[in-house]
């Protein structure tokens, strides 16, 4: 019957109904307004039966009355768009006022029923841009009003529909009806998008901010897209500090705080949705920035001032990375992040956690992210340079699913690379450090970019030793590396294998000696690598054993063709072997490839059968001993063959390393020989090996150190002096943690042997001008000379200057400390030697003294930078060219187990301390705190400045 009804109406207006596809159909709108406007009579029943329609529960009449029809002649043309029955119908002012009044009505009474129409969204769409009076606009704002408060399907439709509906002189009052929506789910984002669609003054726009920015606590994080748009669109240079810091604030919060879907709409998977919402609020972020400067600069400013690393968060890192992609603000980015790394506020730990938890949103700033990276590495602060390093590493291990991730992966590599032919000495030790732990983390990911790889062999002229040897442990990690994970299958990657021994090969070919040095330090981080790997787990098969080719490779071209390398090679076998022992087990085939090489040659090398008495020429002397340590004499026979070696130039190596009347490895080679047995003997004990600790050393009569001798003979007992100097401290090294109390009591008298040995060298250097330590040790001539002469004082105070020569030039051949050998500090209660009793023995003032004084080098070398050398064709060794001093340098353990360590010598020093008796009576006299003297204002205020770093590392 409505259908009847509206049927007739219309047809005597002039309006058809097409039967076929439900259009009306008009000539001319404009003549139908008329005719409309003419008849009363006509116009009052059209207007019942619209209302009628509209009210009904015909919703797809309703539809059909409010969709487009057709104008011109029947099936002339399509339906025109934007021109609907009801539409013309309310352009006509007598039918407005009771058709407006049947669609507010219709609203309120509306369901959520309508199956596939969308009846709100078509009913509010005839309502946008009427002409309506005061007294209508009133009443419609009001009726919709009422609809928002009890009708909760229709609220979003009707608040987006508002701005249009309601006049420019009404939009105050139309923020506050629907601000108080917004933390209704599902409503936040409309009304932001009607708020922004306002024209609101300033007092009102403020107002519409502040209830905004109220709302952030309850705003999940699906809806800050359309916040941020809001708020950065609408920011005021009055409100603008403010307002982006509480932005910053709830931004934190939302990301800190389990993710919740804001709409049942969104997709079930949780981590995609996540995903998703932080790159549309990233996205929103952009859009601001880059149309607002002020807004810029604002964050800047407000990034400047967080003064802790406590209250720096993941925001800030974006902030940075949408701010650095602007050209305008890249530089004062650079500048500011800088700042902030190295005053430790934005750690690495930030970046990491960002990287894990936002890998997705994160990889939208790859091309920043990738010149950001590059820029830092050249950054001359070590602290940015270890923050560009978490950058790079962690992007690896974060971006790596899809292609285009990959393509980055890529091209942040050959940036990393080509750092290594950098002339700046830290830029290339930060791109090792990079390498070296994508090494560790992600070595199976790496596979597929073995060809970049294989460009860092290109690079080797250009590092020094530290770099090089950095360098080739990362090469053998990627060509053997572990799948899964610390306890997965090793595999082989053959192609960066085979390219990387066949470089090893032809540079320990190489006639330069240089290069003879890199090739050493290669075939022992590959040995050490492959060692760690029995025969059986090795995924791939080998065709022939890699690690008896290896082996046969050094004992070819070091052990037999050039044993002078011999120290540096064992030394660097010991620093390779000793890294992975502690991490993981060596391989067994590795002890029996090297116990005939060691277990034999020791003995038979340096020592011989103790006589049975007492001789002036054997120092340290023990009945129970059974061995000799042969120095001074292997000195004497090892300088007769020098000469020999003079005559006949060509027969050197024969004669000097492989003579019966000689040993048969060089004594530079003593003490890494036992470093290196130490390593292998802690994985297969011998009872036999701990009679090298406190053994009798065969030297020359202590009356030769009060004659006059020639130049030669004084460097003989110097040379004699200083190899039992080198043998003692590393028989403490190796020693040092035995638990047998006897063992322990050797130790502490090889301390004080030290001190006398040191002493003897002390006086017997005042004899000579000049002492020659072999080229092995140190490449040129050491001079050792007396203190220079002072100028007195004036007055009868003044002393004379010390005649005694200065051994700090021999300090940096000696033998380093390891940490942990310090530990003979904790040692309470030994068993003495001479009777089987436990008894107290303490270190004497003069060893107590001379460890203090060697804990204090060790721990200086690892607080203070060493000073670099000369970068080009001298930084291949250290700032002398000496290898054999970066080889023979201590190898520590991680850096956790060396605080662990020093606290513990830190106690044990105080313990020792405490017996002083005038520091002991000043403790007692200030309630247990010491005021110290100081001695060099700028070494403290430089140590000062490095302990506050470590703090911020947190070490």
């Known amino acids: 019957s ?20 439900g259009h009306f159909l008009c000539r001319d709108i404009a003549q139908l307004r008329a005719k409309l406007s003419e008849s009363a009579e006509a116009t009052k029943t059209l207007s019942r039966a619209a209302c009628e329609v509209i009210t009904g529960d015909d919703d797809a009449l309703l539809v059909r009355l409010m969709a487009c029809m057709s104008v011109g002649e029947p099936q002339s043309q399509p339906p025109l768009v934007g021109h609907t029955l009801l539409g013309v119908l309310l352009g006509v002012p007598p039918l407005r006022r009771e058709l407006v009044c049947a669609l507010l009505g219709k609203l309120q009474a509306y369901d959520g029923g309508g199956g596939e129409y969308n009846v709100p969204q078509l009913l509010l769409k005839h309502l946008r841009w009427l002409d309506l009076d005061e007294e209508e606009q009133h009443n419609v704002i009001e009726s919709l009003k ?15 529909a508002l701005p249009d509906i309601v006049q420019d002189a009404h939009h105050e009052d139309v923020m506050k009806a629907i601000s108080g929506y917004l933390t209704d789910q599902g409503c936040t984002s409309v009304v932001l998008e009607a708020l922004s669609n306002l024209n609101l003054d300033e007092e009102a726009l403020q107002e519409a901010q502040k209830r905004t920015l109220q709302s952030l606590e309850s705003i999940e994080l699906a809806d800050f897209p359309p916040v941020i ?11 603008c500090q403010t307002l982006l810091c509480q932005l910053r604030t709830s931004l934190d919060k939302q990301l800190r705080k389990p993710y919740t879907p804001g709409r049942p709409s969104q997709s079930a998977n949780r981590k995609e949705d996540f995903a998703t919402s932080t790159m549309m609020t990233l996205d929103a972020l952009s859009t601001g920035l880059r149309f607002k400067p002020e807004v810029a600069e604002a964050f800047l400013k407000m990034i400047k001032s967080v003064e802790t ?175 899964d994970s610390d306890d997965g299958e090793f595999m082989l990657n053959a192609a960066l294998y085979s390219d990387l021994s066949m470089l090893i090969r032809k540079q ?24 760690l790997i029995p025969e059986d787990e090795v995924s791939k098969p080998e065709p022939n054993s890699h690690l008896q080719e290896l082996f046969d490779l050094i004992t070819e071209n070091v052990v037999r063709a050039h044993a002078e390398y011999l120290p540096f090679m064992m030394d660097e076998l010991y620093g390779s072997l000793f890294q992975r022992a502690h991490s993981a087990k060596l391989s067994p085939d590795l002890i029996q490839l090297l116990q005939p090489w060691l277990f034999a040659e020791f003995r038979e090398s340096y020592f011989t059968q103790c006589p049975a008495d007492e001789s002036p020429s054997i120092w340290f002397f023990r009945a129970e001993a059974e061995i000799v340590l042969n120095i001074h004499p292997l000195v004497q026979k090892q300088d007769e063959s020098v000469e020999a070696v003079a005559a006949m130039p060509t027969q050197a190596s024969q004669c000097v390393w492989h003579s019966g009347s000689v040993a048969r490895h060089p004594l530079e080679a003593l003490c890494p020989h036992l470093r ?36 030669a003979e004084a460097n003989q007992l ?58 092995a040790v140190a490449p040129t001539c050491l001079h050792v000379c007396a203190n220079p002469a002072r100028k007195p004082r004036k007055g009868p105070s003044s002393k004379p200057a010390s005649k005694l020569p200065n051994l700090d030039p021999l300090q940096q051949f000696f033998r380093a400390f390891d940490l942990e050998a310090f530990t003979i500090l904790n040692y309470k209660a030994v068993c003495s030697v001479s009777s089987q009793k436990t008894i107290e023995v303490d270190l004497e003032p003069e060893a107590l003294g001379y460890l ?104």
């Open 229 to 239: 748009k809001f708020l950065l669109h609408s920011v005021t240079p009055a409100t």
């Open 676 to 711: 290196l047995l130490s390593l292998v003997m802690r994985l297969a004990p011998e009872d036999w090996f701990d009679r090298f600790l406190g053994c009798p050393i065969s030297m020359f009569p202590k009356e030769e150190l009060d004659k006059s001798h020639t130049t």
């Open 852 to 955: 203090f004084r060697e804990l204090r080098s060790v721990v200086m070398a690892n607080l203070v930078p060493a000073k670099r050398g000369p970068v080009g064709a001298a930084a291949v060794g250290d700032a002398s060219g000496n290898w054999y001093a970066c080889a023979a340098a201590r190898h520590t353990l991680p850096s956790n187990g060396e605080a662990k360590v020093l606290l513990q010598l830190v106690i044990a020093c105080c313990r020792h301390l405490d017996k002083v008796q005038h520091i002991s009576t000043e403790r007692a006299s200030t309630d247990g705190f010491i005021q110290a003297k100081t001695h060099d204002t700028h070494t403290d205020t430089r140590q000062a400045a490095h302990f506050e770093q470590g703090q911020r590392r947190g070490c």
């Open 309 to 483: 690393a406590e209250k720096h968060c993941v925001v800030d890192i974006w902030l940075l990375l949408i701010l650095y992609r602007l050209p305008t603000h890249r530089k004062a980015v650079v500048s500011l992040l800088t700042k902030k790394v190295a005053a430790g506020c934005i750690t690495p730990e930030l970046f990491t956690h960002c990287a894990e938890k936002y890998s997705g949103p994160l990889f939208v700033f790859s091309d920043e992210i990738e010149k950001l990276a590059d820029q830092l590495l050249r950054w001359p602060d070590a602290a940015v340079r270890r923050f560009a390093c978490t950058i790079v590493v962690q992007s690896f291990k974060s971006f790596q699913e899809q292609q285009k991730q990959q393509r980055f992966r890529q091209a942040v590599l050959n940036n990393v690379i080509a750092h290594l032919g950098s002339q700046s000495g830290d830029e290339r030790d930060s791109s090792l450090t990079v390498l070296h732990t994508l090494a560790a983390e992600v070595a199976p990911d790496m596979t597929s970019f073995t060809e970049q790889l294989k460009g860092m062999m290109d690079y080797v002229d250009n590092l020094s030793p530290n770099q090089t040897r950095s360098m080739y442990q990362t090469l053998s990690c990627f060509a053997y590396y572990r799948v």
């Open 146 to 160: 009422e609809t928002l408060s009890g009708n909760d399907s229709v609220r979003s439709e009707i608040i987006l």
């Open 2 to 21: 409505m259908a009847y009804a509206l049927r007739a109406a219309l047809e005597k207006v002039g309006v058809g109904w097409d039967a076929g596809d």
């Open 508 to 531: 320990l070919a190489n006639p330069e000696e240089r290069y003879r040095y890199v090739g050493m330090i290669g075939a022992a981080s590959l040995l050490g690598r492959r060692a």
């Open 718 to 775: 110097c040379l004699s002096l200083y190899y039992a100097i080198q043998w003692i401290r590393e028989t403490i090294n190796v020693f040092h943690g035995h638990k047998s109390v006897e063992l322990q009591a050797r130790v502490v008298q090889c301390v004080s042997h030290l001190v006398e040995l040191e002493s003897q060298l002390n006086c017997c250097l005042a004899q000579t001008t000049s002492f020659s330590l072999p080229r």
